[in-house]
């Protein structure tokens, strides 16, 4: 088996994307968009909502979660695929005396 075959590289670039994207990505989006910057809504002393974030935490969390199962499903595909000999394993000759 070739390394960094195609099944490798969609792998790798979809796991890596999605943690990149809810993490990194959504996150600039939030700081950009001002307050408030954490996962919980602002709300005033009578206890009133009064800002919530840009995008849903959840969603941001989802995100994460699923690149995390990408590449758990891709390491697991590697653990359970032999890799194919390379050739040189092959018996060498012996002469006898």
Do not use: Q, W
Request: hydrophobic residues 50%; negative net charge; aromatic residues 4%.
């Amino acid at each position: 088996m070739e390394h960094n075959a195609t099944v490798d590289r969609i792998a790798a670039g979809l796991g890596s994307g999605l943690v990149l994207l809810g993490v990194v990505v959504l996150g600039l989006v939030e700081t950009l968009a001002g307050k408030p910057y954490g996962a919980a809504p602002l709300t005033n002393d009578a206890g009133e909502v009064i800002a919530t974030p840009l995008i849903d935490p959840t969603l941001r969390t989802g995100l994460v979660i699923a690149g995390l199962v990408v590449l758990g499903l891709y390491a697991l595909y590697r653990i359970a695929t032999p890799e194919p000999g390379t050739g040189d394993d092959a018996a060498a000759e012996v002469v006898a005396d």
